[in-house]
């Protein structure tokens, strides 16, 4: 079974910052796929970075970049230089490639981020 | 290109009523999934649909059903429902619903209360 596990439930952090969330998984497929989502007050689950397990390069989408370390099975986001508008929910999330059909995303319990001017 | 939309937003039910969400998924897009969004459990895998076929289903009892139509939009069903059914809950597309391509996105989630 797949699972996720994001160790700080919450996080304070300066303005203008660099700010690195925890995320590791479990798996025994060695084709799987990671996610991370950030999620507002108002509900929505918005993608921000997606890292394939074959991928050779760590993934990068503008201020945010994902630290994978296969080898520990980890999946860090970065978010460098964070503003206010970065305070919200982030969810590591991860899907089973092998399966053939969608078994879903596995996600963790998130972790709280409150940017601090 | 548009997003996912879902409807309604927001609504309230009582115990033993029946709900109906709707989830319209980016065009192009031909899997929708569901999950079910609580404080208490997190978020968690209801179904996923992918041309009008089901193809997986989590852990949930059979009160929870949905559809899908020749136009990818789809539709989840919540039968005699319970307090503990009250989340948020949230629809995601992708082209192929694997999460090869990293393509799945979310809808803004229809908030259900139910009292």
């Known amino acids: 079974a797949q699972k996720i596990t994001q160790t700080q439930p919450g996080m304070f952090v300066q303005e203008k910052e660099a700010v690195t969330l925890d995320c590791t998984y479990d798996t025994s497929d060695p084709s799987y796929g990671l996610f991370w989502y950030k999620q507002p007050s108002s509900g929505e689950m918005i993608f921000l970075i997606y890292?394939?397990?074959?991928?050779?390069q760590n993934a990068t989408e503008g201020r945010y970049s994902l630290n994978f370390q296969k080898a520990r099975k980890s999946a860090n986001l970065v978010i460098s230089a964070s503003q206010l508008g970065d305070s919200a929910m982030y969810f590591c999330?991860?899907?089973?490639?092998?399966?053939?059909?969608?078994?879903?995303?596995?996600f963790g319990k998130g972790t709280h981020l409150i940017i601090q001017p | 290109k548009a997003g996912v939309t879902q409807t309604p937003r927001y609504l309230i039910k009582t115990r033993g009523q029946q709900v109906t969400l709707s989830c319209s998924p980016i065009?192009?897009?031909?899997?929708v999934s569901w999950y079910q969004q609580t404080p208490g459990q997190g978020l968690q895998f209801l179904f996923e649909?992918?041309?009008?076929?089901?193809?997986n289903k989590g852990n949930f009892p059979g009160r929870f059903s949905g559809r899908q139509f020749s136009n990818s939009r789809s539709e989840m069903n919540v039968s005699t429902l319970e307090l503990g059914d009250s989340a948020l809950y949230l629809c995601?597309?992708?082209?192929?619903?694997?999460?090869?391509?990293?393509?799945?996105?979310f809808g803004e989630g229809s908030r259900l209360t139910v009292l």
């Open positions: 065009s192009g897009h031909r899997s």
């Open positions: 649909y992918f041309s009008e076929t089901q193809r």
């Open positions: 999330a991860m899907s089973q490639v092998s399966g053939g059909g969608a078994d879903g995303l596995t």
């Open positions: 995601a597309s992708s082209l192929d619903g694997t999460g090869a391509t990293g393509e799945l996105f």
């Open positions: 890292q394939g397990s074959y991928d050779q």
